[in-house]
Nanobody, 124 residues
Framework: QVQLVESGGGLVQAGDSLRLSCIAS????????MAWFRQAPGKEREFVAA????????YYADTVKGRFTISRDNAKNTQYLQMNNLKPEDTSVYYC?????????????????WGQGTQVTVSS
């Protein structure tokens, strides 16, 4: 089992920045890749960004490309999401997720482990 704990959410104004963190514990050697998803009220959970644990490849949703940056510190079993130039439409609960296999990184069904989520609210 892998446990994921997010932190770093909050209330900010449009144009501000936030950095989310996600610490993984437990069987972290079973992790192939990790990602961030988000879910706004009344909407489906959507892909934000992803990377594999052992390569430098990163992937982003078009809606956040150029504003968000996913990164990791393998020694700390921690991934981050740096969010710049935040917009009101970025308001969501952000979830950290981990997958065990090489699978479609943008599909939430391919992730076996999830954090509890952290709220990000962007006011206009």
């Amino acid at each position: 089992q892998v446990q994921l704990v997010e932190s770093g959410g909050g209330l900010v104004q449009a144009g501000d920045s936030l950095r989310l963190s996600c610490i993984a514990s437990g069987r972290t050697d079973s992790i192939y890749g990790m990602a961030w998803f988000r879910q706004a009220p009344g909407k489906e959970r959507e892909f934000v960004a992803a990377h594999s644990w052992s390569s430098s490849l990163t992937y982003y949703a078009d809606t956040v490309k150029g504003r968000f940056t996913i990164s990791r510190d393998n020694a700390k079993n921690t991934q981050y999401l740096q969010m710049n130039n935040l917009k009101p439409e970025d308001t969501s609960v952000y979830y950290c997720a981990a997958r065990r296999t090489l699978a479609n990184y943008a599909k939430s069904m391919n992730y076996a482990y999830w954090g509890q989520g952290t709220q990000v609210t962007v006011s206009s």
